[in-house]
C-alpha cells in the first residue's frame, strides 16, 4: 500500500522560499503510470492543485503558480519535493503530496500546515 | 482550464435524507470526473472515479452518475459520519466543495 508523509518547515517569513518534502514508501516514484503531486488548502477553503512530476520526469503547474514554483524528485531516495518562492500570507495552507493515476488520487499524505509569517 | 462547478455550496440535512450534489464542467470531460469525502483536519477520500465507480471500500449508499459536463453524486441514506465536505475533481482541477450538515 502507498503511503506519503510530507515533511518541511511550517514556518516561513514573507518573500522566502517554502521547501517541502513527501515521502513515498509502500512503492517507488518510478513506478509507471503515477503522477507526484502537490495539493494545498488554505485555511477554510477548498482544494488548489499545484502542480506534478510524472514517472517520466515531466512537470506540469498550475497557471496561476507556475513562475514561483518547482517539483522536483530524488528517486533514489523516493522522495519528491515542492519549492515554492516569494511567498505571501496568501500561501498560508494545509500541503497535501498525493499520488494518481490517470487522474484519480488514491493515495494522499496526511498534509503538512504553512504559516507565511514575519 | 476546465471550470468545476459545484452546487450547492452547503446543505442541511437529517440522518436517513437523500442528498444529491451536482457538478458541471465548462468543456466536456467524457466520463473522467472524480468524487472525494473530506472530514475536519483529514486529507481526501476517493469515494467515486470515472464517474460512476464505486472505489473498493466505499458504502454502496455512494453512487455517481453523469458524462460530458453534468455529473452528480448521490447519497442514498446519509448516515452521521458522512456529514463531510465533497469535492468533484477532474485531473488538475478540484469543484469548490459542498459542505453536507447536520440538520
Known amino acids: 500500500q502507498l503511503q506519503l508523509q510530507e515533511s518541511g518547515s511550517g514556518l516561513v517569513k514573507p518573500s522566502q522560499t517554502l521547501s517541502l518534502t513527501c515521502t513515498v514508501s509502500?512503492?517507488?516514484?518510478?513506478?509507471?503510470?503515477?503522477?507526484w503531486n502537490w495539493i494545498r488548502q488554505s485555511p477554510g477553503k477548498g482544494l488548489e492543485w499545484i502542480g506534478y512530476?510524472?514517472?517520466?520526469?515531466?512537470?506540469h503547474y498550475n497557471p496561476s503558480l507556475k513562475s514561483r514554483v518547482t517539483i522536483s524528485a530524488d528517486r533514489s531516495k523516493t522522495q519528491f519535493s515542492l519549492e515554492m518562492r516569494s511567498v505571501t500570507a496568501a500561501d498560508t495552507a494545509v500541503y497535501f503530496c498525493a499520488a494518481d493515476m490517470r487522474g484519480v488520487v488514491r493515495h494522499w499524505g496526511q498534509g503538512i500546515l504553512v504559516t507565511v509569517s514575519s | 482550464d476546465i471550470q468545476m462547478t459545484q452546487s450547492p455550496s452547503s446543505l442541511s440535512a437529517s440522518v436517513g435524507d437523500r442528498v444529491t450534489i451536482t457538478c458541471q464542467t465548462s468543456?466536456?470531460?467524457?466520463?473522467?470526473l472524480n468524487w472525494y469525502q473530506q472530514k475536519a483536519g483529514k486529507a481526501p477520500k476517493l469515494l467515486i472515479y470515472d464517474a460512476s465507480s464505486l472505489e473498493t471500500g466505499v458504502p454502496s449508499r455512494f453512487s455517481g452518475s453523469g458524462s460530458g459536463t453534468h455529473f452528480t453524486l448521490t447519497i442514498s441514506s446519509l448516515q452521521p459520519e458522512d456529514f463531510a465536505t465533497y469535492y468533484c475533481?477532474?485531473?488538475?482541477?478540484f469543484g469548490g466543495g459542498t459542505k453536507v450538515e447536520i440538520k
Open positions: 512530476i510524472h514517472h517520466t520526469e515531466s512537470t
Open positions: 475533481q477532474q485531473y488538475a482541477s
Open positions: 509502500g512503492g517507488s516514484i518510478n513506478s509507471g503510470g503515477y503522477s
Open positions: 468543456q466536456d470531460i467524457s466520463h473522467f
